[in-house]
């Protein structure tokens, strides 16, 4: 979802150094560091939404954002784009379930942790945590999720979804691990058990480690490449050898050798033994 900005002949860029003055505010104000964020589409969806108040300056957004609660979501929202579904990718999650994910848990047995990086409202993680359930792992095979917008993740502690999210989910795989009530499937006790979520904010906090597997899909795609590799170079760091990093369908690590990962098929990659 990008915005069109051609017919708006008549705005005009405001300049860049009021844009970094206000990533600054936004920093201090709101713990939100978007410094490492693609500075054009920031600035840019920025702008539509300064445009969209009747504001004409950086200083005035941020005057509406610290006071009014509605356009401070909005911004926060926008900025970090929340879109998700169950299994997305289905054909990749069948690989992770039936080549990789039997392999790690044969590794790690009870022990085995996973995390699933920018999680948004919980998709990604309960469906790995039905994966687990399918797979009969231990109970204590757990999944965190963590995610920076602390919206999102109320609604993935909540886990009630509407059926447009589910549309990669077999009747069957519906009718074992969701309650549909009112129109909202609810993912059930057994795999809502699995899953731990946390705020988290990948460009700032500290890195847990000994993970078996992290999934980072469609988060850093917003992010510049100096960034992106700093990042995947943590995500290395943080996982046990063997274990195995699950990336978006359309991202690739580029600099995979030099932080010690090895391709195990594509958006796979494997952390060298
Ligand atoms: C498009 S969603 C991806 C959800 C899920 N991983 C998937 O592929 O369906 C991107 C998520 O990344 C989160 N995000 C963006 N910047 C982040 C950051 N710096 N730290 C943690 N999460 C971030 C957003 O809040 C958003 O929920």
Known sequence: MDFNFKSESTWKELPFEDFQWFLQEVKKKFNFDLTGYKPQRVKRRIEILIRKWGKS???????????NGKAQKEFLDRLTINVTEFFR??????????KYLPELLKESGSRFKAWSAGCS????PY???????????PTTAKVIGTDIDVNVLEKARIGAYEERTLVNVSPNIKEKYFDYRDGLYYVKPNVKARVIFKR?????????????LILCRNVVIYFE??????????FAESLKSGGIIFVGSTERIFNYRQIG?????PFFYRKVK
């Open 200 to 212: 988290h904010n990948l460009l700032q906090d500290p890195f847990d480690k000994n993970y078996d």
């Open 225 to 234: 490449m100096k960034t992106k590799e700093e990042l995947y170079r943590k």
């Open 89 to 98: 990718n289905p054909e990749k999650w069948k690989e992770l379930k039936t």
């Open 261 to 265: 990962l090895e391709v195990v098929a």
């Open 127 to 137: 469906s790995l945590a039905i994966l687990l359930e399918e797979l009969r792992a």
């Open 57 to 67: 300056s950086y200083k005035e957004y941020l005057d509406l954002i610290v006071k």
């Open 121 to 124: 409202s919980g998709e990604e």
